[in-house]
C-alpha cells in the first residue's frame, strides 16, 4: 500500500526565514498531494493541494512543489511568523475511486520571534 | 468551525471496556474517514465510509469496529481497550467519496485507557 515518509520531524526557524518540509511517496499511481497544518490542540486543516497535473502551486506565503518522476514534494513556507507555528502533515492518495488518504508522520514547525 | 460534530470530546475509561465515538459529518458530505493520532503521531487512516458503505480500510484493529447511518452520522467501537488505544480520534468528511477532495476535521476525541 501508500507510504508517505516526511522530513524533517522537527523544524525551529526564526521570524522571516524560509521553512521547507519534504515527502516522499511510494504509490506511483498517487495524484493527489494535501498539506494540512494542525496547531497545538486542534483540528487539522487543508492549507494547500497540488495535483499531479502541475509542478508548482502558490498561495501567497505557501507554494508546494511536485516531482513525479523522483515521487516527491515538498511544502515551502516564506517570512514565516510565530503563527506558523505548528504540525504539518502531507498526504498522498489517487483521486480515482474510494482511495484512502495516507498522512506523512508530520514535521513540528517552531517559528521563533 | 469545520462542520463535523464529534462526541465526545473527551473520554477516560480503564482497560478492557468497550467504548464508541461518534461522528456527525457536514450537512451534505456522503463520505465520513476516522483516524487515530498517538502522542506524538501521524494521522493514521482507520476506515472510510460512504453513503453507509465501508469503502476503503486501514491498519483497524479486530477489536476496533465502525459503521455509518442511513442519517449519515457514523460511530466507532473501541472494544478490549488496552493502554496503547489511548489516542486522539479524529473524524473526517467530505462531500464524495473520492480522496481528491478536501477533508474536513472535527475537533477529536480524545481517548485515554487507564
Known amino acids: 500500500g501508500e507510504n508517505v515518509e516526511q522530513h524533517p520531524s522537527t523544524l525551529s526557524v526564526q521570524e522571516g526565514d524560509s521553512a521547507v518540509i519534504k515527502c516522499t511517496y511510494s504509490?506511483?499511481?498517487?495524484?493527489?498531494f494535501p498539506w494540512y497544518k494542525q496547531e497545538l490542540g486542534k483540528r487539522p486543516q487543508l492549507i494547500i493541494d497540488?495535483?499531479?497535473?502541475?509542478g508548482e502551486k502558490k498561495d501567497q506565503r505557501i507554494a508546494v512543489t511536485l516531482n513525479k518522476t523522483a515521487k516527491h514534494f515538498s511544502l515551502h513556507i516564506t517570512e514565516t511568523q510565530p503563527e506558523d507555528s505548528a504540525v504539518y502533515f502531507c498526504?498522498?492518495?489517487?483521486?480515482?475511486?474510494?482511495?484512502?488518504?495516507?498522512f506523512g508522520t508530520g514535521t513540528r514547525l517552531l517559528v521563533s520571534p | 468551525d469545520s462542520g463535523v460534530t464529534q462526541t465526545p470530546k473527551h473520554l477516560i475509561t480503564a482497560t478492557g471496556q468497550r467504548v464508541t465515538l461518534r461522528c456527525s459529518p457536514r450537512?451534505?458530505?456522503?463520505?465520513v474517514y476516522w483516524y487515530q493520532q498517538s502522542l506524538d503521531q501521524g494521522l493514521q487512516f482507520l476506515i472510510q465510509?460512504?453513503?453507509?458503505?465501508?469503502?476503503a480500510k486501514g491498519n483497524i484493529l479486530e477489536r476496533f469496529s465502525a459503521q455509518q447511518f442511513p442519517d449519515l452520522h457514523s460511530e466507532l467501537n473501541l472494544s478490549s481497550l488496552e493502554l496503547g488505544d489511548s489516542a486522539l480520534y479524529f473524524c473526517?468528511?467530505?462531500?464524495?467519496?473520492?480522496?481528491?477532495?478536501?477533508?474536513?476535521f472535527g475537533q477529536g476525541t480524545r481517548l485515554t485507557v487507564v
Open positions: 473526517a468528511s467530505s462531500p464524495t467519496g473520492g480522496s481528491d477532495t478536501e477533508a474536513f
Open positions: 504509490d506511483s499511481a498517487s495524484n493527489y
Open positions: 497540488i495535483r499531479s497535473n502541475v
Open positions: 498526504a498522498a492518495s489517487r483521486s480515482t475511486g474510494f482511495q484512502k488518504l495516507v
Open positions: 450537512s451534505g458530505d456522503l463520505s
Open positions: 465510509y460512504y453513503n453507509g458503505e465501508e469503502r
